[in-house]
Structure formats: C-alpha cells, structure tokens
C-alpha cells in the first residue's frame, strides 16, 4: 500500500485493526516462543498495538517500527512513557527503557538498525501489505532479522469477495515465504465470530516459525 494510504488511516482514525486490549493470540501463544530470560523481540509495523505493553510487562525488550509517526505518539502515550526522541539516519527513533521504536518505512530498515534478537511478533503486520509486496516484505523480515523465529498472526478468508487490507494470507502462502527458512508450525486457526467487513467466513491464525 502507498504510504498516504496509511497516514491518511491513522489521520481519519480509521483503525479498526487496533485492539484495545491487546490480541488473545499472543497472550495465548507467546509460551511457544523459545526465549532467554531477558528475550529481545521485534514488532514490524507496529501501530499503537497494545501488544507491546502486554511484552513490556513481561520483561521483554521491544524493538518495533511504524510509518505513521502520530502512531508511535499515541503508542507512548497511552504506555504513560515520555519518549527520547531523535533522527537516526532516515528514521526518527523514539526510545525508553526497554523500549525502541523507529519511526519509518520498514523497508529502509537494516539489521544493524534492530540489533541482536531472540523472536519476531508478527501480527497485521504480513496482512496488512499487498500480495504485490509480501514476497518483499518477508525476504526484508528474515534479513535484517537474521531468522530470528516468529510468532505470526495472519487472517484468512475469500480475497475474492473483499478487497483488504487485512488481506488474506493462507497456510500455504506462510508455508511459500517461510518453509525454506524455518519448520512452519500452525498453532492455531478458527472463525472469527461475525467475521469482519461483512464477511462471515474469517478465520485468524496463529503460526510459530522455528529453525
Ligand atoms: C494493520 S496495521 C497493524 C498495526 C499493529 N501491528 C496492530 O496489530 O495493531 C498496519 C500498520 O503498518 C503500518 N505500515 C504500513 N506500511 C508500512 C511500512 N512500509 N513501514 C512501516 N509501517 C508501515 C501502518 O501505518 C499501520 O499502522
């Protein structure tokens, strides 16, 4: 998507994709991830998800990254954190203890910008981009993420009866970008209840991504 898409989203308040309390999956699953007791994980095309206080608690450092600077604000906002903030290279970076976020396109992103990891946290973050640019976005992922595992959230559902985004993202689309990289594990997939955008037949899904 063009990025005026998504600053004109986070301008209008359009963002439906955000939950309030944080997703259930990720409460759910995020055991299945095999970290150290002070893990490091990245939160690609972060929003303000509240998902990211959920891991603070927890004592995991984030680092995350979102276009839409509005976004990161309201993101430390409602974590009641005053941000460093400062330029770093094309990114603006706001920062706290624990706490990264680079404010930018994720595909100008490099590995030497994240840092060591132990885990990704995917979620709307694939489905939220274009068939057109998936295969750029997970080459991108896995590089500058040295292949660090992930936890991945996606939708699923008839493309052809709903223009995303969220778009569709099938078991056997993360099997095609990942499989030659990781043991691809389906953790869990079930219908949403009332689907969404007047489509009944939604399901999420929920994989671990493991070498
Ligand atoms: C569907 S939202 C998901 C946000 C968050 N992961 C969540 O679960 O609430 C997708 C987000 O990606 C951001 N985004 C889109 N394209 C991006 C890009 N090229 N680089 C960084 N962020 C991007 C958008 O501004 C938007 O906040």
């Given at each position: 998507?063009?990025h005026d898409f998504w600053h004109q989203r986070w301008r209008n308040n359009e963002i439906g994709f955000h939950e309030i309390e944080g997703s259930y999956l990720l409460k759910s699953y995020f055991e299945s991830l095999e970290l150290s007791s002070a893990p490091r994980i990245f939160v690609p095309l972060c929003g303000k998800t509240r998902d990211i206080a959920w891991l603070l608690d927890r004592g995991v450092e984030v680092v995350a990254n979102?276009?839409?600077?509005?976004?990161?604000?309201?993101?430390?906002?409602?974590?009641?954190?005053?941000?460093?903030?400062?330029?770093?290279?094309?990114?603006?970076?706001?920062?706290?203890?624990?706490?990264?976020?680079?404010?930018?396109?994720?595909?100008?992103?490099?590995?030497?910008?994240?840092?060591?990891?132990?885990?990704?946290?995917?979620?709307?973050?694939?489905?939220?981009?274009?068939?057109?640019?998936?295969?750029?976005?997970?080459?991108?992922?896995?590089?500058?993420?040295?292949?660090?595992?992930?936890?991945?959230?996606?939708?699923?559902?008839?493309?052809?009866?709903?223009?995303?985004?969220?778009?569709?993202?099938?078991?056997?689309?993360?099997?095609?970008?990942?499989?030659?990289?990781?043991?691809?594990?389906?953790?869990?997939?079930?219908?949403?209840?009332?689907?969404?955008?007047?489509?009944?037949?939604?399901?999420?899904?929920?994989?671990?991504?493991?070498?």
């Open positions: 998507m063009e979102e276009l839409n600077e509005n976004a990161v604000i309201a993101l430390f906002s409602e974590l009641d954190v005053e941000p460093i903030v400062k330029p770093h290279g094309v990114f603006t970076q706001y920062s706290a203890p624990k706490l990264c976020v680079f404010v930018g396109d994720f595909f100008a992103l490099n590995s030497v910008d994240i840092g060591a990891l132990d885990g990704v946290y995917d979620r709307a973050a694939i489905v939220a981009l274009p068939q057109s640019l998936r295969d750029k976005y997970t080459a991108h992922l896995l590089h500058i993420t040295n292949y660090a595992q992930q936890l991945l959230v996606t939708f699923d559902y008839d493309q052809s009866l709903l223009a995303g985004p969220p778009f569709s993202v099938t078991a056997d689309e993360v099997q095609r970008h990942y499989s030659a990289y990781y043991t691809v594990k389906q953790l869990y997939r079930d219908r949403i209840d009332g689907g969404f955008k007047g489509q009944k037949k939604v399901f999420d899904a929920v994989y671990l991504l493991q070498k």
